[in-house]
């Protein structure tokens, strides 16, 4: 069982800590335990509990009606409420779909914003908030690899799906290769940085995950790209990424050199200066 802290149901929720409280005391929805030093703790249940009364009270309900409902109410409300899911509650709708392995909720909210935004949109404005969200998660101990693996699959068919549907560019068209280095194997963002370079027009070539240095040096002399991409999120010793990009910078200069990912973001400017840096879409097309 996880023990969050109420920070923690802050960030998972959106629901500010001193309104928690509030509901708690008054109310008496949730029931925390208190460590020796009185500081509040809350199970995986009572997360669930709450991001159902969230989706409840975004939608309309007042929370003095909601306090009325059993727990078995609440969850049943919740659930027929997301029949009719609207675009505001969509993170918290992909956040009980992880915790509940409910892919038919996850697609259904997926279809809804698809309706009206562009994936790049979905991937910026609802995907990446969630998945800082469920990293809170990660670092409790409450969220299992079959959990995370369950949800990677579901975004990376999305976006893998959609790529299909783009015409491929002409061979003679200058290319970008995009790669993951060796000990990388999330993809998320390395494919929506493919997707998002498609559906401008622009010849990408995706090598994938883990790919071996030498691998690539072959590829790059075959391909002759304009620039390369990858994207680092697993970590690593920051004097090891930034040998990795002084080298990089040497073998494959002068080509144009891109990367994005927590670990990009965390280094900032201690990586060379030649190297580009992605954090959003839109330094993507700038560049």
């Not at 800082?132 to 990677?152: C, D, K, Y």
Request: proline fraction near 5%; glycine fraction near 4%; hydrophobic fraction near 40%.
């Amino acid at each position: 069982m996880a023990g969050y802290k109420i920070r923690d149901l802050e960030i998972l929720t959106g629901i500010k800590a001193h309104t928690i409280r509030m509901w708690e005391k008054r109310y008496g929805l949730l029931t925390p335990q208190r460590t020796d030093t009185h500081i509040r703790t809350y199970s995986d249940e009572e997360l669930l509990v709450l991001l159902n009364v969230s989706l409840l009270n975004k939608k309309g309900y007042k929370i003095s009606r909601i306090a009325d409902m059993s727990i078995e109410e609440i969850f049943a409300t919740s659930k027929s409420m997301q029949d009719h899911a609207e675009t505001d509650t969509s993170i918290e709708q992909f956040i009980v779909s992880v915790l509940q392995l409910d892919e038919q909720l996850f697609q259904l909210t997926f279809q809804e914003l698809s309706h009206t935004k562009s994936l790049s949109l979905i991937f910026t404005e609802y995907i990446i908030p969630f998945l800082q969200r469920i990293g809170v998660m990660w670092l409790v101990g409450t969220i299992n690899p079959a959990q995370e693996h369950f949800i990677s699959n579901l975004i990376r068919q999305k976006i893998i799906a959609a790529i299909d549907l783009l015409p491929i560019p002409h061979p003679d068209q200058p290319k970008i290769i995009l790669y993951l280095p060796e000990h990388e194997w999330h993809e998320i963002s390395l494919l929506v940085y493919h997707y998002h370079l498609r559906s401008m027009g622009l010849n990408s070539v995706y090598l994938g995950q883990a790919l071996p240095y030498e691998a690539l040096l072959k590829t790059v002399a075959v391909l002759k790209p304009k620039a390369v991409i990858s994207s680092w999120l697993t970590a690593m010793e920051p004097q090891g990424i930034c040998n990795y990009f002084n080298q990089i910078q040497t073998d494959l200069a002068p080509i144009t050199i891109l990367a994005g990912g927590y670990q990009i973001d965390q280094l900032g400017s201690l990586l060379p200066n030649n190297i580009k840096q992605i954090h959003t879409l839109s330094d993507l097309e700038n560049i």
